[in-house]
């Protein structure tokens, strides 16, 4: 592996060596390690670019890393990932994909992932996107989710968007039932010209689901983020979005959200807010000894940890 | 130490559009290593003079010194690197930065568990609960305080600006924050209180008030204060 592989991945999925438990490493297009175990077995699809996950039913405390880099100049990758998670199962799940790109020509990655939740099983998954490289080559990436949550499943999912990417367009697509539990976790980092949308739709079918959507971004120089959420009350369930932005310079954040509650006993609440950094708490570090910037940094560092 | 040549601040009035005289021609000196207790009623303008002595409001007319150069230009982040330290009367919180965050960032290294504790028994906390808690609105109004206060300890400098410290903190810990003061002996501090107990600890009082200020030794100006018992403040 060379070094910027190694950066990318240490970035993205924390790792430092090869993972232990099952994983595959997808580098330009392509695995360049992969390993199954008997309770997480990672299999190739044979129509097209991808792997199947398939986690056997009560698998208790198991990890699978399958992270993606693209070091190519110019290369755009498209990979469908499925996930089968047995029922039961218990699983920690870390995906996520690192660009690096010196030229001037535009790489990218679209991953486009498809969770299928067991009854009673619980997922914890994991997602960090970034870009390295100077020059104006883009770094894209275009990551959807699709989500199928069966009776009395919980599935937590953060994202995190470290910075360097040119250009996003999430996509995540949610459907809960009984008592299923979906938690999402999203922060996002713009800066120079890049622009990042994200686009929620999540239905509660049945009795008991709930949802709970947080997005913190930062948004500075010209870049522009956008955030459109749709929760679909259909049950006696609950949903909650939640949006904060911090904006800097000349940087946009637009937020739309739409609840609608189809059921009489679904309870669905948004929130947003979008602004600049108080002034006071920037007063408060300069009191401290940091210059403005400093204290800025500090601020947007701690509100996205 | 901390020098006012005619210092004035004004506000614009936004309902009458007129100037609002908050403070005005202030001549007054703080001692070098003395206690002075800045008291008066609500409003008169205490923690206004606290944001100019710090720099986060820049007075309307006239100059401040420390220790003879004019720093009435200069930033708050430099006069924080000159050596002026001040806990807020109302702490700022902070969403995502932790108590550790921002004693780190007062005592200008990472700290370890050691020097968190030291920081924050000082103020009477436990730092095994608080060091990994948010500075956010979780915290009691009297825990925000007292951190507050540990930031500015951590900090250190030369002048202490302390607006309120007591407001907040229970009687109980009162004799611990007179101690605080007490410990700072070769520092110039500067106090806004309404307290008796903090009064007796003074060298120096100021007393702002709407139609002035008096400053001088704090027998000469209790003793006023006493004499006109039935005087209001304002008539001092
Ligand atoms: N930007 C402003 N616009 C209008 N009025 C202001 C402004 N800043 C301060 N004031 C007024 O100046 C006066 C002095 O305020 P300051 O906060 O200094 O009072 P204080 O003496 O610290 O009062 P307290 O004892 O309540 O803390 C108040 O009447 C306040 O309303
Ligand atoms: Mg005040």
Redesign the interface.
């Known amino acids: 592996m060379e070094k910027i592989d190694e950066e990318l991945l240490q970035q993205i999925a924390d790792l430092h060596q090869v993972p232990t438990g099952s994983y595959n490493i997808r580098k330009n297009g392509k695995s360049i390690g992969s390993a199954s175990t008997k309770e997480i077995e990672i299999v190739p699809k044979t129509n097209k670019s991808g792997i199947d996950i398939i986690v056997k039913p009560n698998v208790k405390n198991k990890s699978v890393h399958i992270p993606v880099i693209v070091t190519e100049a110019g290369f755009k990758d498209l990979v469908y990932n499925d996930f089968y998670i047995g029922d039961g199962a218990d699983v920690f799940i870390v995906a996520g994909c690192g660009i690096h790109n010196d030229s001037t020509k535009a790489s990218g990655h679209d991953g486009i992932h498809t969770f299928h939740i067991g009854k009673n099983s619980k997922v914890k998954y994991i997602e960090k996107h970034l870009g390295l490289g100077k020059n104006m080559g883009g770094k894209i990436l275009n990551p959807t989710t699709n989500i199928i949550m069966e009776d009395g499943s919980e599935f937590e999912m953060e994202t995190i968007q470290l910075g360097g990417v040119t250009s996003s367009n999430r996509l995540t697509n949610a459907k809960l039932k009984k008592d299923a539990k979906l938690i999402i976790k999203e922060k996002i980092l713009t800066t120079d010209n890049q622009t990042a949308t994200t686009k929620f739709k999540v239905v509660l079918v049945k009795d008991g689901a709930s949802v709970n959507v947080i997005s913190r971004s930062v948004a500075k120089d010209n870049s522009k983020q956008k955030f459109v959420s749709k929760i679909v009350g259909d049950a006696n369930c609950f949903g909650h979005v939640e949006c904060d932005g911090i904006i800097l310079n000349n940087a946009r954040i637009v937020s739309i959200p739409e609840i609608d509650a189809k059921n009489v006993n679904a309870s669905l609440v948004h929130e947003a807010a979008i602004g600049k950094i108080?002034g006071?708490?920037i007063?408060?570090?300069?009191?401290?000894?940091?210059?403005?910037t400093e204290a800025e940094d500090?601020?947007i560092?701690?509100?996205?940890? | 130490m901390i020098k006012l040549k005619d210092v004035s601040y004004y506000v614009l009035d936004e309902k009458t559009n007129a100037q609002k005289e908050i403070l005005k021609d202030i001549n007054i000196e703080f001692k070098k290593n003395k206690i002075t207790v800045i008291t008066g009623h609500n409003g008169s303008g205490k923690s206004t003079l606290m944001k100019l002595l710090?720099g986060?409001s820049k007075p309307t007319s006239g100059e401040i010194y420390y220790n003879g150069t004019n720093i009435t230009d200069l930033?708050?982040?430099a006069r924080?690197?000159l050596g002026i330290?001040?806990a807020?009367q109302q702490p700022?919180r902070?969403?995502?930065?932790?108590v550790k965050?921002?004693l780190d960032?007062?005592s200008?290294k990472t700290t370890n568990l050691n020097d968190v504790c030291e920081y924050l028994s000082t103020v009477g906390l436990c730092a095994k609960e608080y060091i990994n808690r948010e500075l956010d609105g979780t915290l009691s109004g009297g825990e925000l305080k007292r951190i507050e206060l540990a930031?500015a300890l951590a900090?250190g400098g030369e002048v202490f600006l302390f607006d309120e410290p007591e407001a907040g903190i229970d009687l109980w810990s009162f004799e611990e924050l007179i101690k605080i003061f007490k410990k700072l002996k070769n520092k110039t501090i500067i106090i806004v209180s309404h307290q008796n107990k903090i009064l007796e600890i003074a060298d120096y009082v100021l007393l702002l008030n709407n139609i002035g200020y008096k400053m001088g030794k704090k027998d000469e100006i209790l003793g006023k204060i006493e004499n006109s018992k039935c005087a209001r403040l304002s008539e001092v």
């Open positions: 108080a006071e708490e007063t408060k570090l300069m009191t401290l000894g940091l210059t403005q500090l601020i560092k701690g509100y996205l940890n | 710090m986060i930033s708050v982040t924080a690197n330290t001040m807020f700022v902070f969403k995502g930065l932790t965050n921002l960032v007062a200008a930031m900090k």
